[in-house]
């Protein structure tokens, strides 16, 4: 799939929100997901706010499927999910989305998954 700033169409490209919407929709969850949001800034409680009442905020035991919230940079913001041996991701220097394998490279703000048996 490709890359595409603020994309929510699989066929056309995603951006990282828009992967992570694909990746719970398909899962059955439905994300309220914003658009118009700048690449840099941004505020992982902004982000939480949407996650959290939708997900179960988990520490501990990863699980693949997790959606994980990274700093790659600073002022950034990044969503992956979690495949059990790496993130998969929108990679913009590929221009695509893409698995980086072995634990996530960026410190981590947080973990959500699907409420187990709810």
């Known amino acids: 799939m490709p890359y595409r700033r603020h994309g929510r169409d699989p066929a056309t490209g995603l951006d990282c929100v828009g992967l992570a919407a694909a990746a719970l929709a398909a899962g059955g969850v439905r994300l309220a997901v914003p ?5 840099r800034g941004g505020e992982p409680a902004a982000v939480a706010a949407v996650l959290d009442p939708v997900l ?3 520490a ?3 699980a693949t ?3 994980v919230l990274a700093r790659p940079g600073a002022g950034q913001l990044h969503l992956g999910i979690w495949t059990g041996t790496g993130l998969v991701h929108t ?3 590929l221009g695509r989305v893409a698995e980086r394998p072995g ?7 947080g ?8």
């Open 111 to 118: 973990r959500w998954r699907v409420e187990q048996g709810g």
């Open 91 to 93: 990679d913009l220097g």
């Open 35 to 39: 658009r118009g949001y700048a690449l």
């Open 60 to 62: 501990g035991e990863w």
């Open 56 to 58: 179960e905020r988990v």
């Open 103 to 109: 634990p996530v490279p960026w410190p981590v703000l």
């Open 65 to 67: 499927g997790d959606a």
